[in-house]
């Protein structure tokens, strides 16, 4: 079974930096793309990052590119999403999802993590 | 960046009817079109992929149509699970878009 869980999430000033983490089981890590996709609270999607098998390709949302750095580790089967200098608007639940391809569509999606950014 | 258009926002349906929901890309993107379920307080769900093509364990009252600028996601005989919010997407190109979503709602 396909699963994807996200962690770290949490309450942070403006400007300040957080890291998430998304552990995958169920499948063949290595061989998937893997994606960032938000939600601001009671709005819709807004794709965030992604990163191909071996980190060849990666690509950012114009409104994170610069302030967050997307990564996987293979050997441990996770991506990671570095997020600085957040600003309240980067507030949403942050979702991990499966792409067979990069930038592609998202098959399997993980329970997401929150972020709040807030003084 | 290609903007994803969906109408309408919202629909009040009763159970059984037949519910079309249309999404409107601001430029030609083939078939790279997938259309996602959610429920409230509940994961996106992929229901279709490549504008038509059905993923795996998803009911086949769904179906996809459409390519180049304008999709359709239908929904035949609406069950009462199927009440929920659907959003479109392309993967044509980065950065990746979403629709504003399509509320469907109990009449």
């Known amino acids: 079974e396909v699963q994807l869980v996200e962690s770290g999430g949490g309450l942070v000033n403006p400007g300040e930096s957080l890291r998430l983490s998304c552990a995958a089981s169920g499948f063949t890590f290595s061989t998937y793309s893997l994606n960032w996709v938000r939600q601001a609270p009671g709005k819709g999607l807004e794709w965030v990052s992604s990163i191909s098998t071996s980190s060849t390709y990666i690509y950012y949302a114009d409104s994170v590119k610069g302030r967050f750095t997307i990564s996987r580790d293979d050997a441990k089967n996770s991506i990671y999403l570095q997020m600085n200098s957040l600003r309240a608007d980067d507030t949403a639940v942050y979702f991990c999802?499966?792409?067979?391809?990069?930038?592609?569509?998202?098959?399997?999606w993980g329970q997401g993590s929150l972020v709040t950014v807030s003084s | 960046d290609i903007q994803m258009t969906q109408s309408p926002s919202s629909l009040s349906a009763s159970v059984g009817d037949r519910v079309t929901i249309t999404c409107r890309a601001s430029?030609?993107?083939?078939?790279?079109l997938n259309w996602y379920q959610q429920k409230p307080g509940e994961v996106p769900e992929l229901l279709i992929y490549?504008?038509?093509s059905l993923q795996g364990g998803v009911p086949s009252r769904f179906s996809g149509s459409g390519s180049g600028t304008d999709f359709t996601l239908t929904i035949n005989t609406l069950q009462p699970e199927d009440f929920a919010t659907y959003y479109c997407q392309q993967s044509y190109s980065t950065p990746l878009t979403f629709g504003g979503g399509t509320k469907v709602e109990i009449k």
């Open positions: 999802a499966r792409g067979e391809a990069v930038a592609g569509r998202f098959d399997y």
């Open positions: 430029q030609r993107i083939s078939t790279f």
């Open positions: 490549g504008a038509s």
